[in-house]
């Protein structure tokens, strides 16, 4: 069987990949909430601080097993359908503006691990567009997608809000599971 985790696989790309996969590993006692969750620690550092070497091959045998039935199950060909709302190109044409930028400038989203719930979505503008990124044209506006960040934004709705409390970049995105108090991370 072709090993898809491997011990040095971060949690964080685990939890971007597979985070069905949360509940088999806090199974074996590694923390997979919160804040003090290690994203970018490497599965078998985090392992060697509460297990022994036998457990973790169980553990990476059980994840590995896991992983490839995950990887069966999705279908080959997963078009991004992430939708970019009228608002977030207005707000990202302005700020192109603004800042006096010149060519043509993308919004750039990606998903990263981190955040008090596990993930935080990162805007940026990008003037390159990297092989393998999913473009979405919007008004004129080209939005850029990693993708793995296009999987876990797949249905998410990108739009800009301003409101008395709040403004910025709101993503309404289904497979966030859980959503920090914050509204800046999700899992």
Known sequence: MEQL???ET???EIMLRYPQLADTISK??????GCGTPYQEQLKTVAEAVMKDDDFSTMLNELNTAAAKIDAERPKERPA???VTSNAVEKVKEIVKKQ????????RIEVKPGGCAGYSYEFALDDEQKEGDVSIEKNGLKVLIDTASAEALKGAVIDYVETLN?????????NAHAVCSCGSSFG
């Not at 074996?28 to 909430?33: D, P, V």
């Not at 709040?166 to 289904?174: I, T, Y």
């Open 81 to 83: 359908t992430i939708e």
């Open 5 to 7: 985790i491997k011990e």
């Open 166 to 174: 709040r403004s910025g970049f709101k993503v309404d995105n289904p």
């Open 100 to 107: 006096g930028l010149t060519g043509n400038f993308s919004l």
């Open 28 to 33: 074996y006692g590694l923390k997979m909430t």
């Open 10 to 12: 971060t949690i964080g």
